[in-house]
C-alpha cells in the first residue's frame, strides 16, 4: 500500500511540473515552449551569448540515446554561465559546484509538447545552506527567467 501511495504522490508531481509551467516542483522549474527543441536550443543559445553570457555547450541527449540503443524524445542539455557570478555561490559552498555551470533541458514529451526546465535558484540556495548571497541568487533567478522567456512567442 505504501508503494502505490508513493507512486501516486510521484506521478502527481511530474503531472505538476509539465501541467503548470513555471512553476518550481522539488527543485525543478518548467517552461513550456513555443518552439520546437532545436528552436528553443537556438532562442536560448542567441540570448545567452546576447546578453554575453559564456556558453559551454549542448549535450544531444537523444542523440546519445540512439547511439546506446535507446529510443529518447528529442532532449538537449545546454549550459552555460557567467563565472564571475556562478562562481561566488561555490566559494560559498564548494559543493554547489555541482549545479554550475547552469543547465537547462530541453525536452519534448510523448504529446509533442516542448519544455525548458531548469534547476530553482532558491532550491540551489537551500540545498547547499548558502545563505550569503542572497542579491547573487536574486540576479541568477532574474537572468535564467529572461532567457527561458524567449522560449514563448510575445
Known amino acids: 500500500m505504501t508503494n502505490h501511495i508513493k507512486a501516486l ?3 502527481a508531481a511530474m503531472l505538476m511540473a509539465t501541467a503548470l509551467p513555471g ?3 522539488d527543485g525543478v522549474v518548467t517552461v513550456r515552449s513555443d518552439y520546437s527543441v532545436a528552436e528553443t536550443v537556438a532562442r536560448i543559445k542567441k540570448d545567452v551569448l546576447k546578453k554575453g553570457i559564456k556558453f559551454f555547450g549542448v ?4 542523440q546519445l540515446g540512439k547511439n ?3 529510443d529518447v524524445r528529442p532532449s538537449r542539455l545546454v549550459m552555460f554561465g557567467n563565472p564571475a557570478l556562478g ?5 560559498s559552498n564548494p559543493e554547489a559546484g555541482l549545479d554550475w555551470p547552469v543547465r537547462v533541458l530541453v525536452y519534448q514529451t510523448a504529446d509533442g509538447s516542448v519544455y ?3 534547476s530553482d535558484f532558491d532550491w540551489i540556495a537551500r540545498r547547499h545552506g548558502i545563505t550569503d548571497r542572497p542579491a ?3 540576479m541568477a533567478t532574474e537572468v535564467i527567467q529572461s532567457v527561458t ?3 514563448k512567442k510575445n
Open 9 to 11: 504522490f510521484a506521478g
Open 23 to 25: 512553476v518550481a516542483s
Open 59 to 62: 549535450i544531444d541527449q537523444a
Open 68 to 70: 546506446a540503443g535507446n
Open 87 to 91: 562562481t561566488t555561490f561555490i566559494t
Open 116 to 118: 525548458a526546465a531548469y
Open 136 to 138: 547573487q541568487f536574486k
Open 149 to 151: 522567456s524567449t522560449v
